[in-house]
């Protein structure tokens, strides 16, 4: 059996061992480049802009999300990085699930449901948390998840920061809004002291301060280690540029085009194609979404490429009244999970509060414009040093994911204008709803109260002349991109309105399939990768049962 | 003396040794031959020379982290778990 993966990512390389691991002959298609490791680690030391991809190789050939076309009200904020490894190279590590409430949003909230439910991912959950190694305490976690009982996880739950004691001593126990607060750990993709029975690959997180968007010790996992473990029946080509999926008259899929090039620097390339019993789409929401577009497959349903969904983050930074050390560890080890469900749902979006121990870094680039800051004041010398110390040492930041529903108006289509490669540019028509808007005022309203009760000063604010700031019921508000892009090939249970089915299989096509989180129906408010792993598993675990009978007899029954 | 260290020393509210210790008296000189005070405390404190970092150890010494008593982020490790900690006080 050949299967042909397209995308070296979270859910391409997971899905690429456990076919090669059953003796799948397996191809992985990867359109972006390596990057080494040491040089990574220095190019993000000396970037002036710290950000995501900054540290990593970029191809003119693979462009990554900053070739994106906004269109619409908004613009979509979540970059992603096309590269061996994907954005799970980039990624922040933090993995909890989704609670089982988030797979009905269409019953509960708004948007659509999952034709799963929680009870049919978890075993795949508990897989996922084993394969990549997650640090948690599943007691803890049970205290707002089912967790199967005598569950545990890979690896103790990281300790927590000493901001977190600090929050937690003030906030455990209190109420807002009816919501009894508590601070929960939350489940890190980076190694803990693992239990009896799980050796860690790699080292123990040292607390570099820098998972997003580099681990210098590669504490933290990236898909490079799944790939470390395939079996020797899986190939990975880097620098092939999957641009068509070819199906027969019964739509049936026989092949891939794709574009190789060589250098970094120009759209120089080579045309090559190759057969496959079955193609598995893992590229990225956006990325599976243009490609099947470019190929017109997939699309009877009309669904590809829209409910383009994102986490629209909500930052919130204030100064402690005594120093809590930020910039020492990962950049959130709790969160507050008590917003995540309840009544309002049907109001407004839900939220999680991650608590952020990274300063005003991501917020407000801490410390280099408190340094501006004092210095166009006036202060030199002494008390420069006295009021950057003072100033940086009592941050911190609440750091809210806020649901967006599955809405099919904000969508990927092809845009008019090429690549270096001579394929369509994504084109992003990208707004917030109501629904969404209400979220992020009910998630500032819940930061100033903790903020309050903290005793905290709060130096939150947004300001008209910055990106993705807007007005809504006459408050200021801005939003950030989580990185958290989904919905555009959407799951469902039936051919008429969604893309893939159940498994991430096209219905249009019985050996196509589409993963990743461009499959979810609703991102509920959990960070995505660890359902994308789950789901991953899921499929292959699919694939390889219905192996026998799959393909080839699907094709006998062919209209 | 050293007229730039100095100049430097009085800016920043380092001490020369403290500034010599980064390894980076010789580099800033030749930056800053016309440079304004804030250029100079801007390249101390942040490793940013005219919207660009010179070199990975300007970033890794920055000032403004030394101030707050931590290594700037991805350059050194406090250790697992030191996160958990009170934090140090501050020198000053």
């Known amino acids: 059996m050949r299967a042909v993966v397209v995308g070296a990512g979270f859910a391409g390389s997971l899905i690429a061992k456990v076919l090669g691991d059953n003796g799948f002959s397996v191809l992985v298609l990867e359109a972006g480049a390596d990057t080494d490791h040491d040089e990574a680690v220095e190019r993000f030391r000396a970037s002036r802009v710290k950000s995501p991809l900054r540290p990593y190789r970029t191809t003119v050939a693979a462009p990554s999300s900053d070739y994106l076309i906004n269109t619409g009200p908004f613009d979509y904020a979540s970059p992603y990085l096309r590269m061996n490894g994907g954005t799970g190279a980039a990624w922040t590590g933090i993995t909890p699930r989704m609670h089982p409430d988030d797979f009905r949003t269409a019953d509960i909230g708004r948007g659509r449901n999952w034709p799963i439910s929680y009870d049919d991912l978890e075993p795949y959950y508990r897989a996922a948390e084993w394969e990549i190694g997650i640090a948690a305490d599943a007691d803890e976690q049970r205290q707002h998840l089912p967790v199967a009982e005598g569950y545990r996880y890979p690896m103790h739950a990281l300790p927590r920061t000493y901001l977190d004691r600090v929050v937690a001593s003030v906030v455990d126990g209190a109420s807002i809004d009816g919501h009894e607060l508590l601070v929960v750990g939350t489940p890190q993709a980076r190694n803990g002291k693992p239990v009896d029975g799980y050796r860690p690959d790699g080292n123990l997180c040292a607390g570099y301060a820098s998972c997003v968007p580099i681990c210098p010790e590669q504490a933290k996992y990236t898909p490079h280690r799944t790939q470390k473990r395939w079996s020797g029946t899986v190939e990975l080509r880097t620098r092939c540029v999957v641009n068509r999926v070819h199906a027969d008259e019964f739509g049936r899929v026989t092949k891939v085009s794709y574009q190789r090039y060589e250098d970094d620097t120009t759209g120089r390339h080579t045309r090559h194609e190759e057969e496959a019993d079955v193609v598995i789409l893992a590229a990225h929401a956006i990325e599976n979404a243009k490609l099947l577009l470019m190929s017109g497959l997939a699309n009877s349903s009309d669904q590809v490429g829209r409910n383009l969904m994102d986490h629209p983050a909500l930052l919130t930074w204030a100064l402690m009244p005594q120093p809590v050390g930020p910039f020492r560890g990962p950049g959130s080890t709790t969160g507050i999970e008590a917003f995540r469900g309840g009544p309002e749902r049907g109001r407004r979006a839900p939220f999680r509060i991650e608590i952020g121990n990274w300063g005003w870094g991501w917020s407000a680039g801490s410390p280099d414009s408190d340094t501006a800051e004092f210095v166009a004041a006036g202060l030199r010398g002494t008390a420069l040093r006295r009021a950057v110390a003072e100033r940086v040492s009592r941050q911190f930041a609440l750091q809210v994911e806020v649901e967006q529903e599955a809405d099919p108006a904000n969508r990927v289509t092809l845009a008019a204008e090429r690549d270096a490669l001579g394929n369509p540019r994504p084109s992003l028509h990208y707004g917030l709803s109501d629904y969404v808007k209400d979220g992020l005022l009910a998630a500032k309203r819940v930061c100033d109260q903790l903020f309050e009760m903290l005793k905290a000063e709060d130096y939150t604010s947004y300001k008209p002349d910055e990106e993705r700031y807007f007005e809504h019921n006459g408050e200021p508000l801005r939003y950030w991109g989580a990185g958290h892009g989904g919905g555009t090939h959407v799951m469902g249970s039936s051919r008429r309105d969604s893309v893939v089915d159940q498994w991430q299989r096209c219905w249009d096509h019985p050996n196509l399939y589409a993963v990743g989180c461009g499959s979810m129906p609703s991102l509920g408010t959990s960070n995505p990768s660890i359902t994308m792993a789950a789901l991953a598993l899921r499929t292959a675990d699919h694939l390889v049962s219905s192996r026998v009978e799959g393909v080839l007899g699907k094709m006998s029954k062919a209209p | ?92």
């Open chain 2, 1 to 92: 003396m050293d007229a730039f260290v100095e100049l430097s020393a009085e800016l920043t509210g380092f001490s020369a040794e403290e500034l010599r210790s980064t390894g980076l008296v010789e580099q800033y000189r030749a930056l800053a031959q016309d440079a304004s005070h804030a250029e100079i405390i801007e390249l101390w404190y942040t490793g940013v020379w005219r919207g660009v970092i010179p070199s990975s150890r300007a970033y890794a010494e920055g000032l403004a982290w030394k101030a707050v008593g931590v290594a700037p982020p991805g350059t050194r490790a406090p250790g697992f778990g030191s996160w958990e900690h009170r934090p140090r006080r501050s020198s000053l």
